[in-house]
């Protein structure tokens, strides 16, 4: 179920299903670097403000599912562009990763259903980062959880499928307190609640 906090600003509305803390995992798999499976944390956060803030933190796992290093982390803004006549559906997100990439995505929100797909607009890079053109992502909301695929490409390789993964909601102790003082009285044999 997608919950609409009575404070985020009007215009995010489109972008609810993002957020909150998500963790799951993932592959990761492109030319000239090892294949592998990941771990990853996300957040998107908001402040009433007109944006919602993001951030990702990915780790290389190991067969039995152990954190074994940092594999790249990130953090942006995003927000619902200008109305036009399409109406709230364009959506354009500021992001910047530990590798020394800064990149503009623009992109639209699917009809009826909660899915983004962005295409980078610019890209800057620092003289130590690795070769990087631009890329490709589609966020979706899917049976509760969120997906997403990450297509990328550089000089010397063309747009491929680099990173997916699969991540669950994750409940905070302080989201569990809340919620049990919002049940009110329920029966006690726990029974008549289902009925």
Do not use: C
């Amino acid at each position: 179920m997608i919950e609409i906090p009575s404070d985020l600003n009007p215009s995010l509305v489109p972008l609810a299903f993002l957020l909150g803390n998500w963790a799951g995992a993932g592959v990761t798999d492109f030319p000239g670097a090892e294949k592998a499976n990941f771990g990853q944390e996300v957040s998107f956060t908001h402040d009433g403000r007109d944006f919602i803030e993001y951030r990702s933190y990915t780790w290389v796992l190991d067969a039995e599912g152990n954190k074994v290093k940092p594999l790249e982390s990130e953090s942006g803004f995003w927000r619902i562009a200008a109305e036009g006549e399409e109406g709230p559906r364009k959506v354009e997100v500021v992001m910047v990763r530990d590798d020394g990439v800064v990149e503009v995505w623009y992109g639209e929100l699917a009809d009826k259903k909660p899915q983004i797909d962005l295409v980078t607009d610019a890209v800057a890079r620092t003289a130590a980062s690795g070769p990087y053109t631009g890329g490709k992502r589609l966020y979706g909301y899917v049976k509760g959880d969120l997906m997403w695929v990450g297509e990328k490409q550089t000089p010397e390789v063309p747009l491929r499928p680099y990173m997916s993964a699969q991540l669950k909601k994750v409940v905070t102790p302080e989201e569990v307190a809340a919620m049990a003082r919002n049940l009110g009285d329920l029966p006690d044999d726990g029974i008549a609640f289902f009925k």
